[in-house]
Each structure stands twice: as structure tokens, then as C-alpha cells.
């Protein structure tokens, strides 16, 4: 029975480390630090908050544009789910949600900045962005602590219902930046890719057995 037990969770760790060991430490640490730099930073507002609380004004929350957006956002995923399975095979171990903090976007962004060119002056504008999405993030924890911050904001009045919403909004720009990042950023080099699909392979042997 634990060797069955044991059997069956190696797999699991294996695929977890596989996509582990596929994400970029560099890009992994920039995302955190502008998430902590946006908590910091809305730490100061709210602590200049004031006493005096806002009423609540009908129609503020936008909750039906956003359960269109969160529709648009699944309907997205799933055709995003769907290409990548076809092009990898389902279960091939290969990052997917967290690919723009992957090692292969990694390098694909030293090529490309490497030169100044049309890629790379189109890069830093999208880079920015998903820099500023992450710190916008990370700002919404503590500002929206104040309640006339989300009292009258989107998905408001409550805290979790305006994260949500914001969250929300961040995932869908994030993405949207990742895909026009992957039309415009140089190939990778085609050795890495072949290692990595490798390693993929043997995950996914792995799993099966």
C-alpha cells in the first residue's frame, strides 16, 4: 500500500519540478518585487485614509460588464488550453498560464533587447505594462483596506468583490501582453527548445507508467 502510495505521488513531484525548473528565476523575482513595491506603495494612501466614509453610488460596481469579462477571459483560456494541447499533447508538461515568467521568454527577451530594432522599441512599451499590472496588483492589497477605495470602484462595495474585478482586469491585460510579447520577441534558440521538449517527454513517461 506505501508503495503504491509512493508510486503514484513521484510522478506529481516530477511534473512539478519539470515546470519548475522551466520558470526564470530573473523574471519570477521581477514580478515579485514590483508585486511588494505596489503593496508598499498603497500601504502610504491608506494610511493617510480618511475617517470621513463615502456613501455608496448605485450603478458604480459595473458587475455585469465584468461577468462579460470574466466570460471573454474562460473563453480565452479554453481556446489557449486547447492550442496547446494540440501542439504539445495534453500532459506534456509545458507552462502554459505561467509561460511569460518562463525561461524561454527569458531568453527571448535578452535576444531581442540585445539590439535596438522595431522588436525591441515594441518590447519596452509591453514590458512596462505587465511591470505596472504586477505593481497595480500588489497596491490593491493595501489601498483597497480603505473602504471609500472600494466603495464606489468596480466590483465594489466590498474588498473581495473589487480584488475580483481588478484582478480580473490585470489577468486579461497580462495576457494580452504576453501574446502580442510572443508575436514580436525573436524565436528562441531552436537547442533549448529541443531540450526542453525532451525533458517534457520524459515527464510525461513518467506520468503514464
Same mark, same amino acid.
Given at each position: 500500500?506505501?508503495?503504491?502510495?509512493?508510486?503514484?505521488?513521484?510522478?506529481?513531484?516530477?511534473?512539478?519540478?519539470?515546470?519548475?525548473?522551466?520558470?526564470?528565476?530573473?523574471?519570477?523575482?521581477?514580478?515579485?518585487?514590483?508585486?511588494?513595491?505596489?503593496?508598499?506603495?498603497?500601504?502610504?494612501?491608506?494610511?493617510?485614509?480618511?475617517?470621513?466614509?463615502?456613501?455608496?453610488?448605485?450603478?458604480?460596481?459595473?458587475?455585469?460588464?465584468?461577468?462579460?469579462?470574466?466570460?471573454?477571459?474562460?473563453?480565452?483560456?479554453?481556446?489557449?488550453?486547447?492550442?496547446?494541447?494540440?501542439?504539445?499533447?495534453?500532459?506534456?508538461?509545458?507552462? =502554459? #498560464?505561467?509561460? *511569460?515568467? $518562463?525561461? &524561454? !521568454?527569458?531568453? +527571448?527577451?535578452? /535576444?531581442?533587447?540585445?539590439?535596438?530594432?522595431? %522588436?525591441?522599441?515594441?518590447?519596452?512599451?509591453?514590458?512596462?505594462?505587465?511591470?505596472?499590472?504586477?505593481?497595480?496588483?500588489?497596491?490593491?492589497?493595501?489601498?483597497?483596506?480603505?473602504?471609500?477605495?472600494?466603495?464606489?470602484?468596480?466590483?465594489?462595495?466590498?474588498?473581495?468583490?473589487?480584488?475580483?474585478?481588478?484582478?480580473?482586469?490585470?489577468?486579461?491585460?497580462?495576457?494580452?501582453?504576453?501574446?502580442?510579447?510572443?508575436?514580436? =520577441? #525573436?524565436?528562441? *534558440?531552436? $537547442?533549448? &527548445? !529541443?531540450?526542453? +521538449?525532451?525533458? /517534457?517527454?520524459?515527464?510525461?513517461?513518467?506520468? %503514464?507508467?
Amino acid at each position: 500500500m506505501t508503495n503504491t502510495i509512493a508510486d503514484e505521488a513521484a510522478p506529481s513531484s516530477n511534473a512539478r519540478s519539470q515546470l519548475t525548473r522551466q520558470l526564470s528565476a530573473l523574471l519570477c523575482a521581477t514580478a515579485a518585487s514590483a508585486v511588494v513595491a505596489g503593496v508598499a506603495t498603497g500601504l502610504v494612501p491608506y494610511l493617510r485614509r480618511s475617517p470621513i466614509k463615502e456613501a455608496h453610488v448605485p450603478g458604480t460596481s459595473d458587475w455585469v460588464q465584468h461577468v462579460i469579462v470574466a466570460a471573454v477571459v474562460c473563453a480565452l483560456y479554453a481556446v489557449a488550453r486547447w492550442r496547446h494541447d494540440r501542439r504539445f499533447g495534453r500532459g506534456a508538461g509545458r507552462l =502554459l #498560464l505561467l509561460a *511569460p515568467l $518562463g525561461r &524561454s !521568454a527569458a531568453r +527571448r527577451l535578452r /535576444a531581442t533587447m540585445r539590439q535596438l530594432t522595431w %522588436r525591441s522599441a515594441a518590447t519596452l512599451p509591453l514590458l512596462i505594462l505587465i511591470a505596472y499590472t504586477f505593481w497595480r496588483a500588489g497596491a490593491q492589497v493595501t489601498r483597497g483596506l480603505d473602504p471609500n477605495f472600494t466603495v464606489n470602484a468596480w466590483g465594489g462595495p466590498t474588498y473581495l468583490g473589487a480584488m475580483a474585478c481588478h484582478y480580473l482586469d490585470g489577468v486579461l491585460i497580462i495576457a494580452v501582453s504576453a501574446w502580442l510579447l510572443d508575436k514580436i =520577441l #525573436l524565436p528562441g *534558440p531552436a $537547442g533549448m &527548445s !529541443a531540450g526542453v +521538449r525532451a525533458d /517534457a517527454s520524459v515527464t510525461t513517461a513518467g506520468t %503514464r507508467s
